[in-house]
């Protein structure tokens, strides 16, 4: 039962874009998690990013798209909900520049959940 009401919770956030009012990052990432398998982009090389998996979570006919970020300076896994085609266009140029692509697609959703760090 806890876990019905979460997911509507979860589901009527998103829609409503103040997730991260009601839920813990924390919570988010390990929600978002248990609902998908993850498709991971490794970028050994970058001075920025260690690594970047995509999630992709179905809730009453809707799906939702999220990437997670693991940087190379902290190495810690941030959150970030983003647009449908953020993971095509990430994979298409991490291997240039695995910072760069993440500026140009990833970091331009920082604010929509409020779980990523601040870099301005």
């Known amino acids: 039962m806890k876990n019905i009401k979460l997911s509507l ?5 998103l829609s409503y874009g103040v997730l ?12 978002v998690k ?14 920025a990013i260690s ?11 809707e799906t939702y798209y999220f990437a997670v970020v693991r940087f190379t300076s902290s190495y810690k896994q941030y959150i970030y909900q983003v647009g449908s085609n953020t993971k095509f266009n990430y994979s298409l140029n991490y291997m240039d520049s695995a910072g760069k ?3 140009n697609y990833i970091h331009p959703y920082n604010d929509v959940l409020g779980c990523a760090p601040n870099f301005d």
Do not use: H, P, R
Request: aromatic share 24%; glycine share 4%; with cysteine.
């Open 9 to 13: 919770l979860f589901v009527g956030l």
């Open 20 to 31: 991260n009012a009601q839920m813990s990052c924390s919570k988010i990432l390990e929600y």
């Open 34 to 47: 248990s609902k998908s398998y993850g498709v991971t982009y490794y970028s050994y090389d970058s001075e």
């Open 51 to 61: 690594q970047v998996t995509f999630y992709e979570v179905s809730e009453n006919y």
């Open 101 to 103: 692509a993440f500026w």
